[in-house]
Every structure is written in C-alpha cells, then in structure tokens.
C-alpha cells in the first residue's frame, strides 16, 4: 500500500496517521472530515482534502500522484506514523497525574 485515500473520520485518519502512508481525505459536507482533511494537508502528510460533490477524477489522480511521488510528503507520513508507533501514551499519561497529584491545587480540588 502506497497511500490511503478515505472519508476523514477521526478514527480513520489517526489509523491513516499511524499507517505512516500519504492520506487524502474526500469530506462530504457538515461532518469534521473537512477538518481532519486539513489537519492531514498542514501536519504535510497528504494533500489538501477533496470535496466529494465537486470532486473531478483529474483532482484525484492528482491527488493519487502527489502521494505516490512526493518524497518529503512521504517522508513526512514515515515520521509522524513512526512517533505515533513508538509514543507510549499510557506511561505519559499515569507521569502527568503523578506529576500533578502532589500540587495543592489539585489535591484541593479532589478533596472538596
């Protein structure tokens, strides 16, 4: 698999994220796909999001080739899959409330 093109769900994306492979998102309208479309285009990990309505098969393969040839967009999917792969989010998560668990304020806040 080279690249992934899908609808734009968090779900799906933060997989696509994970995949360490170029995305585009094609969005319908009032849904967030438009949103993580865009998140995928600025993070450099795919091109801009593809409105489904309007969508032409010269826009996707466009799209298609982008993904398949840019190596610093490639690059950049690689890296952002690589963190996401090697981050150990529940040894972070128990550091912050261990972190916090001794400060006044929070100690305040629980006991009240």
Do not use: C
């Amino acid at each position: 698999m080279a690249a992934l093109i899908h609808h734009g769900g968090a779900g799906t994306t933060a997989q696509g994220f994970r995949s360490g492979k170029p995305t585009v998102v094609i969005y319908q309208k009032f849904t967030d796909y438009y949103f993580w479309g865009e998140r995928v285009a600025r993070l450099g990990v795919g091109p801009q999001p593809l409105y489904i309505r309007d969508l032409k098969v010269d826009e996707l393969a466009a799209a298609i080739q982008t993904m398949v040839s840019d190596r610093t967009l490639q690059a950049h999917a690689r890296q952002l899959g690589h963190n996401l792969q090697t981050e150990d989010g529940i040894a972070q998560a128990i550091d912050v409330i261990h972190h916090y668990a001794g400060k006044p304020s929070l100690h305040l806040a629980i006991t009240r």
